[in-house]
């Protein structure tokens, strides 16, 4: 009898001890802080000063020997006007080459037919890469006149950015301190430590991106107008900060 009292005891005070130390460990935990959580923008401008032109050369013969022989030569001159230009050759590289057959499917009347072979198209593309943003309306001039006939895209872009970002970057974080500041005072606190801080954005967007067509006999006298614009460059922030009493 004495035995099972005493493991009854011992139970019921496991028990005890199992239900109170959810309660005592939650009596442990600090209590969280205040705190007050906003975003902040900040902008800076720069001038482009590097430009970045896809130029290619597209040619159709009947055989794929022929259209790629053309093709070649229209290129060779091509290159030869990019370099004459100034653009050193670290500033080139081919970025595209294809050759495709050309099919005539007809005019769509008179029910379904065989498609014909009637030749094939060699499409050659070079990326530029223009440091003198200045001049670049007399690239395009340039490679056009040699024999590109096509121009795929225009981008400009701040070669060295990185100063601006930093620019940004002090201005977000000027901003997310203001309305911080606002809240803080509204609340009647004031603003501690930060606790956290998370960017958004940063990377800079190419300017002004287009796309156009070019002909030999298109381009007029003088150099092809370009307008190189502005970059805007935009850094977003969120903070944490603590408020205290």
Known sequence: MAMRLIIGIAATGALASCL?????????????????TVSGEGTASA?????????GVVTRAPSAAAALKANAAAMTKTLAAIKQAGIE???????????????????????QRTPKLVG??????????ARNVAGVGDLVDAVVNAGSNQIDGLVFDVADADAKLDEARRAAMADARRK???????????LGA???????GGAPEPVRPMTMRAKALDVPAPATPIAQGEQELTVRVTVKWELAP
């Not at 130390?21 to 205040?34: D, L, V, Y």
């Not at 001038?47 to 130029?55: F, I, V």
């Not at 911080?180 to 004031?190: I, P, T």
């Open 120 to 129: 094939y198209e060699v499409r050659n593309t070079v990326s530029i890469r």
């Open 194 to 200: 930060p606790l956290m801080i998370e960017e958004q």
């Open 47 to 55: 001038a482009p000063d590097r430009a970045l032109l896809t130029s």
């Open 20 to 36: 109170l130390a959810p309660a005592f460990a939650s009596a442990q935990e600090p209590a969280a802080r205040p705190s007050v």
């Open 180 to 190: 911080a500041e606002l809240y803080a005072a509204g609340a009647g606190a004031k």
């Open 89 to 111: 050759d670290r500033d080139v590289g081919t970025s595209g080459l294809s050759v495709q057959p050309q099919y005539d499917y007809g005019d769509g009347q008179g029910g």
